[in-house]
């Protein structure tokens, strides 16, 4: 039967914060195409059982547990998916921190550099090894995970939306760095997508400003990123595709914000 993406057949791709949420989802979309998926994650657990429901599905998916804010974490992955695929053709950065979610007056150093590092950090240093060999190997592919924080401001994210505006420069300035070596680099950007199971209750909250009329699921971000790999989007580079059901087209705004006013810290308490 075909799936549309036969393109996409026996290439290698790397997914990073595969164990769970989107990350999970797109590993399994890619290996329901054929593609040989190395399955990421900070927790070994998590990257396992990703790699072991591809495997059981008659897919081909390998465990790589790893820091992507550490080079020499970010170096041994790569060499252990090289050894088992030999090659790179596909990057998937999807590893990233959105929580603990602080105020900007309840934020400090050290959550800020952690946030940053895994986010953006992350994302340069697995793109800076993966499009190494996609250069000697006639190209490849990489995606890089945004957000609508990267447009539009959510309350006490300020980390994380900083690091999002930032992915989407990374990913033009790596455009234009990388496309005389036939590497495409794009972005996605999801809206608010349920990533943990929320209650029925919150999901509607959530979801009833959304366009659509509801919240996105993990699947719902797995097309756009088959297409931007694949041979369909061979013209398509520097861009983001955005997946948020409407959400940064309409004037109103949606229910995303967690944290309202009310909740953020007294000046007496400053």
Request: aromatic share 6%; glycine share 12%; proline share 3%.
């Amino acid at each position: 039967m075909s799936t549309g993406y036969e393109s996409l057949d026996g290439k290698s791709v790397l997914v990073t914060g595969g164990g769970k949420g989107i990350g999970r989802a797109l590993a399994e979309r890619f290996a329901s195409v054929g593609c040989r998926v190395g399955v990421n994650d900070v927790e070994a657990e998590a990257a396992s059982e990703t790699a072991a429901a591809i495997n059981d599905a008659r897919g081909t998916a390998i465990a790589l547990a790893a820091d992507v804010s550490d080079g020499s974490a970010v170096e041994s992955m790569v060499d252990a998916f090289l050894a088992e695929f030999g090659t790179i053709d596909v990057l998937m950065n999807n590893a990233g921190l959105v929580s603990p979610m602080l105020h900007f007056f309840e934020a400090d150093e050290a959550w800020w550099r952690r946030i940053i590092d895994v986010n953006l950090t992350g994302h340069f240093l697995t793109s800076h090894r993966a499009a190494r060999v996609m250069a000697k190997n006639g190209g490849g592919v990489i995606l890089n995970m945004s957000s609508g924080g990267a447009k539009r401001a959510h309350r006490s994210f300020t980390a994380y939306d900083a690091t999002k505006g930032g992915i989407e420069a990374l990913t033009r300035a790596m455009a234009l760095d990388l496309g005389p070596y036939n590497i495409r680099v794009n972005a996605l950007m999801p809206g608010s997508i349920d990533t943990s199971g929320l209650a029925v209750e919150d999901r509607i909250y959530r979801g009833e400003n959304v366009p659509l009329g509801r919240i996105g699921e993990p699947l719902d971000m797995t097309g756009a990123a088959l297409f931007l790999a694949s041979d369909d989007a061979a013209y398509i580079t520097g861009d983001v595709i955005k997946v948020d059901g409407g959400m940064l087209a309409q004037q109103r705004s949606a229910t995303v914000d967690i944290k309202p006013p009310s909740e953020f810290p007294a000046i007496e308490d400053l």
